[in-house]
């Protein structure tokens, strides 16, 4: 059964900042997606990974993915009060479901 | 182009009252999802649907029914509704399911059952 699993599960850094959210699963998979959930509001996709050593970087932002070590990470430089949100990784799993990581909740300071 | 759409937005139940929450989207797409989300928990797969007429479980499906009648749209029923099933649903459709074919949500509807 694949499992996801996010850590940190909580950030709170100051602005101009860098930091990294992990994003660890358990069985083979070479697809990957990071979303961006704002407080009461529905996900919106940041990042689709389609094979091993993929990199995709929008504005602060970059993901990446080593599907031989079955982890994504998503790198935030410089961070703004903007990038407040919770981050999810899902997995594709074989039977083509998209399973969830528990989330990152990032919270930028002044 | 709406995308996907959700109603209601908020409900509130009692225990055991029933329910029926309405997903519809307009991008043609072949597979559509329910998911549910709770604290510290992501998203989990209720129910979904691979077409018109068909309907399979997810990693949740008890106490939730489902109905695809009409490609467009795709029903989440509730029987007799349970504290355990307050939640944020969500509903998602994509063109076709796995890995290079993107899930497109819905605003999600915020159920409180007291």
């Known amino acids: 059964e694949l499992k996801v699993e996010q850590n940190p599960l909580f950030l709170s850094m100051q602005e101009g900042k860098n930091y990294t959210i992990y994003c660890n699963y358990s069985?083979?998979?070479?697809?990957l997606y990071w979303y961006r959930q704002d407080p009461g509001k529905s996900l919106e996709s940041l990042f689709v990974?389609?094979?091993?050593?993929a990199v995709k970087q929008e504005g602060r932002l970059m993901a990446s993915l080593d599907t031989k070590a079955r982890l994504s990470t998503l790198h935030i430089t410089a961070a703004v009060h903007d990038l407040s949100a919770t981050y999810f990784c899902a997995v594709v799993s074989d039977s083509g479901k998209l399973i969830f990581g528990q989330g990152t909740t990032l919270q930028v300071k002044p | 182009n709406a995308g996907v759409t959700q109603t209601p937005k908020f409900r509130v139940l009692k225990t055991g009252q029933s329910m029926t929450l309405l997903c519809a989207q307009d991008?043609?797409?072949?597979?559509m999802y329910w998911y549910r989300q709770d604290p510290g928990m992501g998203l989990r797969l209720i129910h979904y649907?691979?077409?018109?007429?068909?309907?399979a479980k997810g990693e949740v499906p008890d106490g939730y029914n489902v109905s695809r009648l009409k490609k467009q749209n795709f029903l989440l029923g509730l029987e007799s509704a349970a504290p355990s099933q307050t939640s944020v649903y969500f509903c998602?459709?994509?063109?076709?399911?796995?890995?290079?074919?993107?899930?497109?949500f819905g605003p999600g509807t915020r159920l409180t059952v007291t």
């Open positions: 991008m043609n797409h072949e597979y």
């Open positions: 649907s691979v077409g018109e007429g068909t309907t």
């Open positions: 069985t083979t998979s070479d697809r």
């Open positions: 990974l389609l094979s091993n050593g």
């Open positions: 998602a459709s994509s063109f076709r399911q796995g890995a290079a074919y993107e899930q497109y």
